[in-house]
């Protein structure tokens, strides 16, 4: 069965602007976590969705936010961006909820730059 | 492909040697462990986890030793490939249903 799918893969903004990036989790997952992963910081836990509710949620500031849909695909958006938010961010899904219940499936990321 | 860290500490093994990649932990809460692998340009994939009631987990090729006392993790790869190479994290989860990763470590393979 098809893996976790993000899109787009890479994008780039300019300072203040806003980005949408999308996430289709595995068929049956109804799990879906954000992470941004940076050199300088690795891989930082941003929110989780679990039946269209965030269940968790990391310290990022509020211009970072997400949503899932009925059918569990999910989406995360950053509004008037920095520099600092370039990074690669990346979604992964279970089955369950919380990273206790079982494995993360990782989709490849979407690289953001923001110039 | 995806550059996942510039100034990752770097394991450098020869194709059929073991390895051993080592990981403290920060959390005396956390309970269970997780061991990814992130090849340049994909996404993290799961290699192997352990709950803190163990100390010993045994995979294909891999085993994962947990040392609570010292929070330490490690993770040994055993005839280690070419296709192992990869940068290696370690998560923990301290209750709290999110993960918090390692730095990682880069591991590199050489004929």
């Known amino acids: 069965k098809a893996g976790v799918t993000q899109t787009p893969r890479y994008l780039i903004k300019t300072r203040g602007q806003q980005v949408t990036l999308s996430c289709s989790p595995i068929?049956?997952?109804?799990?879906v976590s954000w992470y941004q992963q940076t050199p300088g910081q690795g891989l930082q836990f941003l929110f989780e969705?679990?039946?269209?509710?965030?269940?968790n949620k990391g310290n990022f500031p509020g211009r970072f936010s997400g949503r899932q849909f009925s059918n569990s695909r999910s989406e995360m958006n950053v509004s008037t961006l920095e520099l600092g938010d370039s990074a690669l961010y990346l979604c992964a899904s279970s089955l369950g909820q919380g990273a206790r219940t079982g494995e993360l499936f990782f989709g490849e990321g979407s690289r953001l730059t923001v110039l | 492909g995806e550059s996942v860290g510039l100034h990752l500490p770097t394991l450098s093994v020869q194709e059929g040697d073991n390895s051993i990649i080592n990981c403290a932990y920060s959390?005396?809460?956390?309970?269970?462990f997780i061991w990814y692998k992130q090849e340049s340009g994909k996404g993290p994939q799961f290699i192997i986890d352990i709950r803190s009631n163990m100390d010993k987990r045994q995979g294909q090729r891999v085993t994962v030793l947990l040392n609570k006392t010292v929070k330490h993790l490690s993770l040994q790869i055993a005839a280690t490939q070419p296709g192992d190479s990869a940068v290696y994290f370690c998560a923990e989860n301290p209750y709290t249903d999110k993960l918090i990763f390692g730095t990682g470590t880069r591991l590199q393979v050489f004929p």
């Open positions: 959390n005396s809460a956390s309970d269970y």
């Open positions: 969705y679990f039946s269209e509710t965030q269940r």
């Open positions: 068929s049956g997952h109804r799990s």
